[in-house]
């Protein structure tokens, strides 16, 4: 080498501590930080990429196959950051991006739960009975049936597409429950057509069917049975 111009490019690529006040860092010259500089921009731009998708589908969160697709994708991008060799300051910048993306899901995670919570909440209160056969997630409608105030025979179901299950929750008040409609009984009708079993108290109770196909079929049938059972 005649003079520092035939290094090339250089980039920092690692600074770590090895010992106490003493701090190596890894450089790469040439060709070498050339690709590494390359690498980085590729990456970058497929964060990119992935930030503008997901930021602009307002509605993810409410298919959790796309979701947990495009949280899956995002830790694959993680870890991709964490193990490529990039210059130091650009890894840095690419994972905080990345890490970024994350939050964005979390924020449509949190919006979706508290759309369908208010659903579940303002269709309560209008109604002394009710069937919910939409909610995919379980804990989001269990959640809005128990913090309801005002008294009202619930049936809530939620189908889980991975386990091919469907979990049935019913919550009846006392008052209801004195005039005939308990709720292991309004559960154990709807199980006939699940192909579950469940079971509970006068006041609440809960099941696990197999039959996801015939949601509608049970949402139906526990209607009718509230109906009838208060009439």
Same mark, same amino acid.
């Given at each position: 080498?005649?003079?520092?111009?035939?290094? @090339? !490019?250089?980039?920092?690529?690692v600074e770590e501590a090895i010992?106490?006040?003493?701090?190596?860092?890894?450089?790469?010259?040439?060709?070498?930080?050339?690709?590494?500089?390359?690498? /980085?921009? &590729?990456?970058?731009?497929?964060?990119?990429?992935?930030?503008?998708?997901?930021?602009?589908?307002?509605?993810?969160?409410?298919? &959790?196959?796309?979701?947990?697709? /495009?949280?899956?994708?995002?830790?694959?991008?993680?870890?991709? *950051?964490?193990?490529?060799?990039?210059?130091?300051?650009?890894k840095e910048a690419i994972r905080?991006?990345?890490?970024?993306?994350?939050? *964005?899901?979390?924020? &449509? +995670? &949190?919006?979706?739960?508290?759309? *369908?919570?208010?659903?579940?909440?303002?269709?309560?209160?209008?109604?002394?009975?009710?069937?919910?056969?939409?909610?995919? +997630?379980?804990?989001?409608? +269990? @959640?809005?049936?128990?913090?309801?105030? !005002?008294?009202?025979?619930?049936?809530?179901?939620? *189908?889980? +597409?991975?386990?091919?299950?469907?979990?049935?929750?019913?919550?009846?008040?006392?008052?209801?429950? =004195?005039?005939?409609?308990?709720?292991?009984?309004?559960?154990? =009708?709807?199980?006939?057509?699940?192909?579950?079993? @469940?079971? @509970?108290?006068?006041?609440?109770?809960?099941?696990?069917?197999?039959?996801?196909?015939?949601?509608?079929? /049970? /949402?139906?049938?526990?209607?009718?049975?509230?109906?009838?059972?208060?009439?």
């Amino acid at each position: 080498m005649h003079n520092v111009g035939h290094v @090339g !490019k250089i980039v920092i690529s690692v600074e770590e501590a090895i010992a106490k006040g003493t701090r190596r860092i890894v450089a790469l010259t040439g060709p070498e930080a050339s690709r590494a500089i390359h690498r /980085a921009d &590729r990456l970058e731009q497929r964060v990119d990429e992935a930030h503008a998708e997901i930021s602009a589908d307002k509605t993810i969160a409410l298919d &959790r196959a796309r979701f947990k697709m /495009a949280t899956r994708r995002v830790i694959e991008l993680i870890e991709e *950051v964490n193990q490529t060799q990039l210059p130091y300051c650009r890894k840095e910048a690419i994972r905080e991006k990345a890490k970024g993306l994350q939050k *964005v899901l979390d924020a &449509r +995670d &949190r919006e979706a739960k508290a759309a *369908v919570a208010e659903q579940v909440s303002f269709t309560l209160a209008k109604r002394q009975e009710h069937i919910f056969a939409s909610p995919k +997630d379980f804990q989001v409608l +269990d @959640g809005a049936l128990k913090s309801m105030k !005002k008294a009202s025979a619930t049936m809530g179901f939620s *189908v889980n +597409d991975e386990t091919g299950k469907v979990v049935v929750v019913a919550r009846v008040p006392k008052d209801l429950a =004195e005039k005939g409609l308990k709720a292991s009984e309004w559960i154990t =009708e709807v199980c006939s057509v699940l192909g579950g079993r @469940g079971g @509970g108290t006068a006041t609440q109770a809960q099941a696990t069917g197999t039959n996801t196909e015939s949601v509608d079929e /049970a /949402a139906q049938l526990a209607l009718k049975f509230a109906k009838v059972t208060l009439s």
